[in-house]
T-cell receptor, first 112, second 109 residues
Framework: DTAVSQTPKYLVTQMGNDKSIKCEQNLGHDTMYWYKQDSKKFLKIMFSYNNKELIINETVPNRFSPKSPDKAHLNLHINSLELGDSAVYFC???????????FGSGTQLSVL | GIQVEQSPPDLILQEGANSTLRCNFSDSVNNLQWFHQNPWGQLINLFYIPSGTKQNGRLSATTVATERYSLLYISSSQTTDSGVYFCAVPMDSSYKLIFGSGTRLLVRP
């Protein structure tokens, strides 16, 4: 049983398209996150939800919109994709703000 | 905001060697975590270690919170230890973990 699973693993798309990445965790955690890893491996938080409430919203373009239908799921929708959006996007979960962080396997997004 | 610095940035070892990775942080923290990103891109949580020492097989970690640093020890390194090691601390006791830039480790057979 995968603890944090995200799909798809690879996403190749054209500029201007809209795409979604889905994430699910079966750890019973109350907090979920989206992180972005750039080509230099730098990891930066984008969003966080605690019990379906948005608690972290970093300086991310409005084209990125997270949605949490319940505390086990957190999806990321990206509108009007741009070349600069190419990166690896990781979903993660933890129990509140003091718990260990567990990552999904990542989604490598390539915008052509 | 809090700054996180890791050293060395790159490390090459011969299989069987030991190594120490360091993580310095600029403010007091209530949480510090170490992660390993393997060559396939998976991020694995190694330790949750706000203070003290923990061991897990050939890996151990020590955090000295009062002096604002943490060390990750890898003993008898194996090729499967290759990858990038990150430490991360929360900003202002919040949900927001700030990651260091990582130590890239290559273990040669």
């Amino acid at each position: 049983d995968t603890a944090v699973s995200q799909t798809p693993k690879y996403l190749v798309t054209q500029m201007g398209n809209d795409k979604s990445i889905k994430c699910e965790q079966n750890l019973g955690h109350d907090t979920m996150y989206w992180y972005k890893q750039d080509s230099k491996k730098f990891l930066k938080i984008m969003f966080s939800y605690n019990n379906k409430e948005l608690i972290i919203n970093e300086t991310v373009p409005n084209r990125f919109s997270p949605k949490s239908p319940d505390k086990a799921h957190l999806n990321l929708h990206i509108n009007s994709l741009e070349l600069g959006d190419s990166a690896v996007y990781f979903c993660a979960s933890s129990q509140a703000n003091r718990g260990q962080l567990f990552f999904g396997s990542g989604t490598q997004l390539s915008v052509l | 905001g809090i700054q996180v610095e890791q050293s060395p940035p790159d490390l090459i070892l011969q299989e069987g060697a030991n190594s120490t990775l360091r993580c310095n942080f600029s403010d007091s923290v209530n949480n510090l975590q170490w992660f390993h990103q393997n060559p396939w891109g998976q991020l694995i949580n190694l330790f949750y270690i706000p203070s003290g020492t923990k061991q897990n097989g050939r890996l151990s970690a020590t955090t000295v919170a009062t002096e604002r640093y943490s060390l990750l020890y890898i003993s008898s390194s194996q090729t499967t230890d290759s990858g990038v090691y990150f430490c991360a601390v929360p900003m202002d006791s919040s949900y927001k973990l700030i990651f260091g830039s990582g130590t890239r480790l290559l273990v040669r057979p």
